[in-house]
Every structure is written in structure tokens, then in C-alpha cells.
């Protein structure tokens, strides 16, 4: 109750890219990675969390940070 306050629609962002992830849906994984730390941003921006609530998700959004460098579907391609 008074830790953070719980930001649903960022924990949705998280759950779609582990989900997306673990079914190989590369491309969706990606882009819902990065509107994830967009809305974030926009929600550090506007004051609308707090310093305590941005460094959760923060930390929440890096433990996918090395997944999801070079993360596209050339990684699996080996040749035509």
C-alpha cells in the first residue's frame, strides 16, 4: 500500500513482451518494448508517477534490456 502504485497499462506493455517473446513474435515483442519505455518517459514527463514508481518500471524494462538489443528476425536467418 505504499510502495509503488501499480501502472497497468506498463505492467500490460511488460506482460506482451514476455509473451511475444517466448511465442517467437519478434517484430511485436520489439515494438511493444519500446512503447513501453516511451509511455514511461511520457508519464515521468508529465509528473503523473513518481521518482519511486519510474525507477521500478526502470528496472523492470532493463531486465529485458540485452534481450532485446539486435532482437529481429534476421538473428534466425542462416541463408536462402
Sequence with gaps: MFGRRKITELDKLLES???NSSNNYKDAAKADYELFWKRLEELRESGKISEKTYL???REGNKWQGKM???HHQNNVRGF
Excluded: G, R
Design 69 to 71: 538489443k539486435n532482437y
Design 56 to 58: 521500478f518500471y526502470e
Design 17 to 19: 513482451v514476455q509473451m
